[in-house]
C-alpha cells in the first residue's frame, strides 16, 4: 500500500469505525428500550405495526383488553341488516408474526413518574408508553342512563347488535329517536350516517315509521349537507331537531328528556357525550374539558414525559377529527418521531401532510365523504388546515363510485393493520 493509499485507507477506516460504533450505541439504544402501547384499536395497533418496520429491534408490547377489536366504522351498516358483525371484527394474529408481544390485559392505572402500568392481571414497566385506548362515554351527562348502558349502539359489537335487533322488531309505525351529543365525538358524522341507513331500512320495510333525531348541537355544514340528502332520498322519514339537549332518560317508558321537553319512541338509541377515555383522565394526562393534549409533532403528552397519546383521546384544540383514517395517520408520524429519536436516524426526521378522510353510507352503493389535508403549524398547538373538501354527490353514478371508494378504503385500512 503506497503513503496515499494508507492515508486513504485511514480515514476510510476512521469513518467507518466512528459511524460503526454510532450504530453499536443507537441498536444497544434501541434494543434497551421498552415500548408499551395501550390499546390495540386504529391507533395503537398502526402505531406498533409501523415502529416495528422502522426500529426492528425494538421491544413492543401491545396491552389490549379485548381479545378482537370491533370496529365502529361500517357498524351503521350492520345496524342497518346490510353486513354481518363478523365482517368488522378482526384478531391480532398477525402481531405475532412480526415480534410484537400482545398482552391480553386492562390497564387500569398509570404511574407516569415510575413509568409503570398497571393492569388487572400484571404490571408493565415502560421507557416509552403510547396510550391510544380512544373514548370512554360520559355517563353521568344523562341521568337515568345508568340501567340502560346498553342503549348507545357505539362502543362494543354487543351494543351494535341489540340495536339492530331493535331495529328489525320495530312494528311498522313505530318511531326510532337518535340522541346526538353536544361537543366532540369519535366518527363526527357517524351518528347522521346511522340515521341514513336506519332511514334506508324503514323505507324499504317499515315505511309508516319515522325517524327522530335530537341534536345537542347547532346546525352545521354537516346537517346542512345530510338534511339535503335526506330530502332526496328520505323525504319525510327524518326529522332532525338541532340544539336539543338530551338530560335525562325513562328507560321503562322510552322517553327521552331533553331541554325541549319529553320524547316517546319504541326504540331510542343515545349517544352520550364523550371525553379522552378514563385510563386517560386517571393518569392526569388530560386538560379540563377531558381530552389530552400533545405535541403536533411526536403525539407526545404535554402532562408527562415519554409518553404518546393517539387517536380519539387527543385534544380538539390540535385541529384533527376523531377518524379512523387520522388516528393511523397520526400513529405514522408519532412511529417516525419516536425512531428519529431512538436511532438518531435523520431520514426519520420529516414534515407530512396528515391525510384525514370519512366516508358516509346514505344507502347501498350511495356514499359521500368530506376530506381534510393538515399540516403542522410552524408554531403553537394547531394543526393548519391546508384543505377540505366534500364530495356532496347528488349525481348518482358519481355516488355510486364513492360507496365503492368507502368500501375498499375500509378493507385496506383493516388489511393494513390486523392482517
Ligand atoms: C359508530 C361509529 C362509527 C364510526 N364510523 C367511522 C367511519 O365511518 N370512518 C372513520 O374514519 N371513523 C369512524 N369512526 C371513528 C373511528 O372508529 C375512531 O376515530 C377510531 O377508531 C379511533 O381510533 P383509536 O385507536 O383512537 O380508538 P379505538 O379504535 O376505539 O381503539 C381503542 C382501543 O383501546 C382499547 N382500550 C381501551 N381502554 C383500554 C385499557 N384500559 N386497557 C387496554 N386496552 C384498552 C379498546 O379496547 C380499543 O381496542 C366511527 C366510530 C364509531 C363509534
Known amino acids: 500500500m503506497d503513503k496515499i493509499d494508507r492515508r486513504r485507507f485511514l480515514k476510510l477506516a476512521g469513518f467507518s469505525l466512528a459511524s460503526s460504533a454510532l450504530f453499536f450505541s ?14 390495540g384499536g386504529i391507533a395503537g395497533t398502526t402505531a406498533a405495526i409501523y415502529l416495528k418496520t422502522l426500529v426492528p429491534n425494538l421491544s413492543i408490547t401491545l396491552i389490549e383488553k379485548n381479545t378482537k ?5 361500517m357498524s351503521n351498516e350492520v345496524i342497518a341488516g346490510l353486513r354481518d358483525i363478523s365482517s368488522i371484527t378482526f384478531g391480532y394474529e398477525n402481531l405475532n408474526k412480526i415480534n410484537i408481544k400482545l398482552i391480553n390485559d386492562a390497564a387500569v392505572e ?11 392481571k ?16 360520559d355517563w353521568q351527562s344523562i341521568q337515568g342512563i345508568d340501567n340502560a348502558k346498553n342503549i348507545t349502539g357505539w362502543q362494543r359489537g354487543v351494543d351494535v347488535t341489540t340495536l339492530k335487533e331493535q331495529i328489525t322488531n320495530i312494528k311498522n309505525g313505530g318511531n326510532i329517536l337518535i340522541s346526538i351529543p353536544k361537543g366532540p365525538i369519535s366518527g363526527p358524522a357517524a351518528p347522521y350516517e346511522r340515521a341514513s341507513l336506519i332511514a334506508h331500512y324503514l323505507k324499504s320495510q317499515k315505511s309508516k315509521s319515522k325517524l327522530f333525531i335530537l341534536d345537542g348541537n347547532s346546525p352545521s355544514e354537516q346537517t346542512a349537507l345530510f338534511k339535503s340528502i335526506w330530502s332526496q332520498k328520505y323525504k319525510d322519514l327524518i326529522e332532525l331537531q338541532t340544539n336539543t339537549t338530551t338530560e335525562g332518560v325513562d ?30 383522565q386517571q393518569a ?21 414525559d415519554n409518553v404518546h397519546i393517539l387517536g380519539d383521546a387527543i385534544s380538539p384544540a390540535l385541529g384533527l377529527r376523531k377518524t379512523a383514517q387520522c388516528a393511523n395517520s ?26 384525514d378522510v370519512e366516508y358516509s353510507i346514505i344507502a347501498p352503493s350511495y356514499a359521500i365523504s368530506t376530506v381534510q389535508i393538515h399540516k403542522q403549524a410552524r408554531e403553537g398547538l394547531r394543526y393548519q388546515q391546508l384543505d377540505t373538501h366534500v364530495k356532496d354527490v347528488k349525481v348518482a353514478d358519481k355516488a355510486h363510485r364513492e360507496y365503492g371508494y368507502a ?4 378493507n385496506n385500512i383493516t388489511q393494513e393493520i390486523f392482517a
Open 69 to 73: 377489536y370491533t370496529a365502529g366504522i
Open 251 to 280: 328507560v321503562g317508558n322510552k322517553t327521552i328528556i331533553t331541554n325541549q321537553g319529553k320524547i316517546k319512541g319504541e326504540v331510542i338509541n343515545i349517544i352520550p357525550a364523550q371525553r379522552a377515555n378514563l385510563i386517560a
Open 26 to 39: 443507537t441498536k444497544a439504544f434501541a434494543d434497551s428500550q421498552r415500548i408499551v402501547i395501550v390499546g
Open 407 to 410: 368500501v375498499s378504503w375500509f
Open 330 to 355: 397520526q400513529a405514522k408520524h408519532c412511529a417516525l418521531a419516536i425512531a428519529a429519536t431512538i436511532t438518531n436516524n435523520e431520514t426519520y426526521k420529516r414534515s407530512m401532510p396528515l391525510i
Open 122 to 137: 400484571d404490571k408493565y414497566k415502560y421507557d416509552r408508553l403510547i396510550l391510544a385506548p380512544g373514548i370512554s362515554l
Open 110 to 120: 398509570i404511574d407516569t413518574n415510575d413509568q409503570l402500568i398497571h393492569g388487572k
Open 284 to 304: 392526569a394526562l388530560t386538560d379540563k374539558d377531558g381530552w389530552c393534549p400533545v405535541d403536533q409533532r411526536s403525539f407526545s403528552s404535554t402532562k408527562a
